[in-house]
């Protein structure tokens, strides 16, 4: 697997589709939303990379409006936003990140598992209380997606 390193990284402003459900569920889910966004993407003024979605999360979550998974596309402005999805900003923030290529079902823990790895062996400390970022290059083959994990740290 590929060199991690630091990132930063400005604001962003998204615009997609919350997912909530049940955890095991956001395996089904995530895909279905994904399939949903890259068909109705169109619909979406500003859109910065319209074939880039980024899927957003806070792993500790605070407060409700904080808890689910958002699949996004990033906008230079929120304009006209479609009755059905939502906006979502995320401030500027520092990344522990990894460029992962394989299957999806080994994101979870192993992708995540080396990065956290790494960011332990940097002293680098996770904040899983604010958002926290994957960017698909792509996903439409479930065994070989193409992502970068951003992982919020100090």
């Known amino acids: 697997m590929a060199d ?3 990132k930063e990284m400005d604001e962003l402003k998204l615009v997609g589709f919350r997912v909530l459900c049940p955890g095991d569920q956001y395996i089904k889910e995530i895909p279905k939303a994904t399939w949903n966004l890259e068909e109705r ?3 979406i003024k500003h859109v910065i ?3 880039r979605q ?3 999360f806070v792993v500790d979550n605070e407060t409700d409006e904080e808890d689910g998974y958002w699949v996004c596309v990033e906008v230079k402005e929120f304009e006209d936003v479609p009755a059905d999805m939502v906006t ?3 401030p500027a923030q520092r990344y522990a990140a990894f460029r992962y290529n394989g299957p999806n079902h ?3 823990h192993e992708a995540y ?3 956290h790895k790494w960011m332990e062996k940097k002293n680098l400390k996770r904040l899983e209380n604010k958002w926290h970022l994957e960017v698909f290059f792509s996903w439409k083959d479930i065994e070989n997606v193409d992502i970068e994990l951003l992982d919020t740290v100090e």
């Open 4 to 6: 991690k390193y630091i």
């Open 41 to 43: 993407v169109s619909e």
């Open 49 to 51: 990379h319209p074939i």
């Open 54 to 56: 980024i899927g957003a």
């Open 88 to 90: 979502l900003v995320i």
């Open 106 to 108: 080994k994101i979870m």
């Open 113 to 115: 598992g080396e990065l």
